[in-house]
């Protein structure tokens, strides 16, 4: 008797462990569920947001790649013009005028191919007047850029940032600060005059 109740005390004990134990389990996987339905939803809120926002996003791009050629055609430049010209690092008080005004033409353009081919819509005007509109809000901020460029460049950035694989020398600092301001007001402009939204 005592045997068989021992017995029967062991197997219900070993039941209701395995209970408890397939429970727990079943809490852990629903727990799992629970997290990764939260986490597909903020993935699809966040897909949502991206779409919405899709234009934001390839300007960024497009803007990024322009500054890419800009900053790299400046430091080609900045470079190369002072040894044929040697007061292009000091020209009468401006520092790179011919460097500036080169590699903002070369990220104007490349931002003009880009903003057609990914960013913007066309057909608000003619493909010539939204070239000539285009060129002419680029001039502009050719003149901003030049102008922060000399601000950051005299008066603000005086040292070189080493990044450990790369070493930002001053001007390149003043030139990427000057990118950063002139393109938050590009963005704006091209949106509203001269593209479809």
């Known amino acids: 008797m005592n045997l068989l109740s021992g017995g029967v005390y062991i197997i219900l004990k070993t039941k209701i462990r395995n209970y ?9 996987f629903f727990q799992c569920l629970t997290y990764s339905y939260k986490f597909a939803h903020y993935i699809n809120r966040m897909r949502d947001l991206l779409l919405r926002q899709k234009q934001v996003l390839f300007f960024i791009i497009a803007g990024g790649l322009s500054a890419v050629v800009e900053i790299g055609s400046f430091k080609l430049f900045s470079t190369a ?9 000091d020209f009468h008080g401006i520092h790179y005028p ?3 005004i080169f590699s903002t033409s070369c990220g104007i353009i490349t931002n003009y191919f880009l903003s057609i081919w990914f960013v913007f819509e066309r057909g608000k005007h003619s493909k010539r007047k939204e070239f000539a509109y285009f060129m002419v809000v680029s001039f502009i901020s050719t003149l901003l850029s030049l102008g922060f460029f000399q601000i950051f460049y005299s008066f603000v950035f005086k040292d070189t940032i080493d990044l450990i694989v790369y070493t930002l020398s001053p001007e390149i600092i003043s030139k990427i600060a000057a990118i950063l301001l002139v393109s938050i007001l590009n963005y704006s402009i091209k949106k509203k005059v001269i593209f479809n939204g």
């Open 98 to 100: 011919l460097s500036n």
């Open 81 to 89: 013009i002072p040894q044929f010209f040697p007061r292009e690092t």
């Open 20 to 28: 408890f134990e397939s429970k727990k389990i079943f809490n852990n």
